[in-house]
C-alpha cells in the first residue's frame, strides 16, 4: 500500500537531482569503458566499422547502469527521494489507466472511487509541487476544490494519503456509460 509523504519539495529536488548525477555518471563511465573493451577485444585495427562495437558497448553500459541501479542502489537510504518519486508516478498511473471508472463511479456516488480520486488529486499536486511545476496543478484547483467539498457533504474524510488496491479493484468494476 503506497502512501503519500509529505516532502520539503526543495530538498527533493536536490536530492534527486544528485542522484540523477551519480546515476548518469555510472552510466557514462560504464559505457565508456564497455565500449573501448568491446572495440579492443572484436573491433578492427584501424578504426573502420567499429561503430557497432562502440554502441554495443553503450548498450551493455545502459543494461548494466539499470540492474545496478535496480538490484544494488535502489535499497539504499540516500536514493530513497527518487524512489519515492517513481513510486507516487506509478501509482498515480495505476489511478490514470482506471480514470474513466474512477469518474463514472464518482457521478453514481461510489465512495471507492471518491476516495481513489481524492487520493490522485492529492498525488498529483504533490507531484507538481515535487518537481516545480505549479502552472499545470493550477488548472486542477478547480476540480480539486469540487472533489474536496463533495466528500466534505457527504462526511467523507478528506485526507485520502493512501492508495487501497481495493479501491482500485472496486473501481474496475464500475460499469462505464457509453
Known sequence: M?????LNPELYRQQTRRITLLVALIFI?????????????????????????????VLAGLVLTVALVRWQLWSRPWMAPAVYGWQLKRNLMRVTNVMHHVRAGVAQGDESAIRLLRFYHLGVSQMHQLDGNSSDLSQMVREIDQHRELMEARGLEVEQTRLDPVWLEAVRRIEVPR
Do not use: K
Not at 29 to 57: C, D, H, I, K, Y
Open 2 to 6: 503506497f502512501e503519500i509523504t509529505p
Open 29 to 57: 563511465a560504464l559505457a565508456m569503458l564497455l565500449s573501448t573493451l568491446s572495440v579492443q577485444l572484436f573491433g578492427e585495427p584501424g578504426g573502420e566499422s567499429n561503430f557497432r562495437w562502440n554502441l554495443l558497448g
